[in-house]
């Protein structure tokens, strides 16, 4: 079992920027991927970034040169920093880690862009 809490949601004006945060417990040894996913209101959930333990990156083109994935494995953190966000960004962002055969989600973050 991993458990996921994210962080550092919330409302910020067009052209601002965030950074989420995802920190994982339980049997966090197991983890390969982590990463973040959103959806927006009547939208499907569509993946934004993934990293790899090692370090490899899977951003999404809506996001690219924006959002930048990183991650700390020594406190088992995922971060999400979000810059130049636009309003089309609003969306609820879910955390998620892979591991053999099992995807764990977080709860999820409500990220709000005002124009």
């Known amino acids: 079992q991993v458990q996921l809490v994210e962080s550092g949601g919330g409302l910020v004006q067009a052209g601002g920027s965030l950074r989420l945060s995802c920190a994982a417990s339980?049997?966090?040894?197991?983890?390969?991927?982590m990463g973040w996913y959103r959806q927006a209101p009547g939208k499907q959930r569509e993946l934004v970034a993934g990293?790899?333990?090692?370090?490899?990156?899977n951003v999404a083109d809506s996001v690219k040169g924006r959002f930048t994935i990183s991650r700390d494995n020594a406190k088992n953190t995922v971060f999400l920093q979000m810059n130049t966000l636009k309003g089309e960004d609003t969306a609820v962002y879910y955390c998620?880690?892979?591991?053999?055969?099992?995807?764990?989600w977080g709860q999820g973050t409500q990220v709000t862009v005002s124009s």
């Open positions: 339980g049997s966090i040894f197991s983890i390969n991927v």
């Open positions: 990293i790899t333990s090692g370090g490899s990156t």
């Open positions: 998620y880690a892979d591991l053999p055969r099992v995807r764990y």
